[in-house]
C-alpha cells in the first residue's frame, strides 16, 4: 500500500470530535465534530492546495522578490510564488515533522529551521494540537536556539466551513481595517472598514464578495482574544478565535485556488503575526533573541 504524500496521520479524539494532523508541515488535515467539518481539509490521498491547514513559518503570506534586510545584512529567499516573484508563507510547509508528544487527543510536533540561504538563523518549532470540551486549540511555538536575533513571523491557514457556499455564509469580524493589496498580494495602504463592503463588524452574508485581505484593528475580548463567526441558514455555526500574538487575520474566499470545485466553499481565516511584507516593512515583525521563545495560539469550537 503506497504511503499518504503527507506522511503519518496523527488522529485525535475527544467526545464527538476528531481531527487529523499530518506528519508533513504539522498541517491540520480534518478536524470534524459530531461528523460535521468545521475545518474544509483534504483527503489523505492528496496534497494541500491553497495552504490548506499548514503552518506557516517562520514568515506568513508574502515577501517581495525574497529579498529583505535585518541586521544589516541583505538576504535573498527562493521564489515560491514564481508567477507574482514572491517568497510565499515561510519554510516548513513541505519538510517532515518529528512527533514529540501524543495522547488521545493531542499531539505536538517539531521541527528545526536550519540556518540555509536566504534565512540564516537557526529557530525550533514546536506545533500542538488539543482536543478538549472547548473544541480545538492549537499553539504555535518557536525559539530561537541560534547566536544571533532572527526576525520571525508564523501563521496558520485553515479553510472554516459551516456547510454552506461563502456566499450564503453569515460572517462576524470584529476589525476596523483591513490592508490593500496591490497585485502582488503585498499591502501598500491601510484603509477603514466603515462604509465599505468589507465591514463585517456586524453579522451579514458575505454575498458574491471577493476578500483575500488581511484585517487588522482588532476588536477583542477581556481575554485578549479576537472571535470570528460564521453561520449558515440553519443555525449551524462556529468560533474562531485568536490570542494577542496574532496582529492580523487574513480572510480569503478560494476565488483563485486551483481546483474551481473548491472556490468559495469554505472561508479561510489566517491567524497571522505580521502581515505580508513584513520582512521589508518591519510591521509587527518579531526579532527573536538568541535564546528567545514565541508563542501563537488559536482555536475553534463549533454549535
Request: proline share 6%; glycine share 12%; net charge negative.
Amino acid at each position: 500500500m503506497a504511503s499518504s504524500p503527507t506522511g503519518t496521520q496523527h488522529e485525535l479524539t475527544h467526545a464527538d470530535q476528531v481531527a487529523v494532523v499530518t506528519e508533513m508541515g504539522a498541517t491540520l488535515r480534518t478536524y470534524e465534530v459530531g461528523g460535521r467539518p468545521v475545518i474544509a481539509g483534504f483527503p489523505a490521498t492528496h496534497r494541500p492546495d491553497g495552504g490548506r491547514g499548514q503552518v506557516l513559518a517562520p514568515w506568513p503570506n508574502r515577501i517581495r522578490d525574497g529579498r529583505y534586510s535585518f541586521g544589516g545584512e541583505e538576504h535573498q529567499l527562493g521564489l515560491t510564488e514564481v508567477p507574482k516573484r514572491n517568497a510565499i508563507h515561510g519554510l516548513v510547509r513541505w519538510t517532515g515533522w518529528q512527533l514529540a508528544e501524543r495522547g488521545a487527543d493531542r499531539v505536538s510536533l517539531t521541527t528545526t529551521v536550519w540556518p540555509q540561504t536566504g534565512y540564516p538563523f537557526l529557530v525550533r518549532l514546536r506545533a500542538t494540537y488539543r482536543l478538549g470540551d472547548g473544541g480545538l486549540d492549537v499553539a504555535l511555538h518557536a525559539r530561537n536556539d541560534g547566536d544571533r536575533a532572527a526576525p520571525y513571523g508564523v501563521g496558520h491557514h485553515p479553510y472554516l466551513t459551516v456547510g454552506t457556499a461563502v456566499d450564503a455564509a453569515v460572517l462576524t469580524l470584529p476589525a476596523g481595517q483591513r490592508l490593500v493589496a496591490d497585485d502582488r498580494g503585498i499591502p501598500v495602504a491601510a484603509e477603514a472598514v466603515a462604509g465599505t463592503a468589507y465591514d463585517f463588524r456586524t453579522s451579514r452574508t458575505i454575498g458574491d464578495l471577493v476578500i483575500d485581505d488581511a484585517y487588522v484593528g482588532l476588536g477583542r475580548g477581556s481575554d485578549g482574544r479576537v472571535r470570528v463567526t460564521l453561520e449558515n441558514s440553519s443555525g449551524h455555526g462556529l468560533e474562531m478565535w485568536a490570542d494577542e500574538a496574532a496582529s492580523c487575520l487574513q480572510v480569503f474566499t478560494g476565488d483563485t485556488l486551483p481546483d474551481p470545485a473548491l472556490r468559495r466553499q469554505s472561508l479561510a481565516v489566517e491567524p497571522m503575526s505580521c502581515p505580508a511584507g513584513a520582512f521589508d516593512t518591519g510591521a509587527d515583525l518579531v526579532t527573536l533573541q538568541p535564546g528567545a521563545e514565541h508563542e501563537l495560539r488559536w482555536g475553534v469550537h463549533s454549535w
